[in-house]
């Protein structure tokens, strides 16, 4: 696993570098779509129960909190009950990077 070396909340979404010579942009609504918590999965199975039309168009990251050396938790603009719950692994960013054509390279 690697760690992200910074952080940033651009216009269009998160961007994350990863040692140096990777960078990732997020975008905001996906990257919260995402969001691995008990609110948004159903623990036992792993089936998504977010409803997606609760999550506005606009979304976006006001704040952030690093959680240990592994993950990082964010706060989103309509005080969205995962802002206290929803915890994104570095393990898991970087996977969503390498898997998933919503989020760009651009380094």
């Known amino acids: 696993m ?9 216009d269009d979404g998160l961007i994350l570098e990863f040692d140096k010579t990777r960078a990732y942009l997020y975008p905001y609504k996906y990257l919260r779509l995402q969001c691995p918590c008990a ?12 409803n997606v039309n609760s999550i506005p168009e606009d ?17 989103w603009s309509n005080a969205d ?20 054509r919503a989020v760009k390279k651009i380094l």
């Open 2 to 10: 690697n760690i992200p070396t910074n952080i940033e909340m651009g």
């Open 39 to 50: 609110n948004c999965v159903e623990e036992m199975t792993g089936r998504k129960i977010l």
């Open 59 to 75: 979304i976006f990251i006001v704040d952030h909190l690093e959680i240990g050396n592994y993950a990082y938790q964010f706060l």
């Open 81 to 100: 009950p995962c802002s206290t719950s929803g915890i994104y692994t570095f393990e898991m960013l970087e996977l969503l990077a390498l898997n998933d």
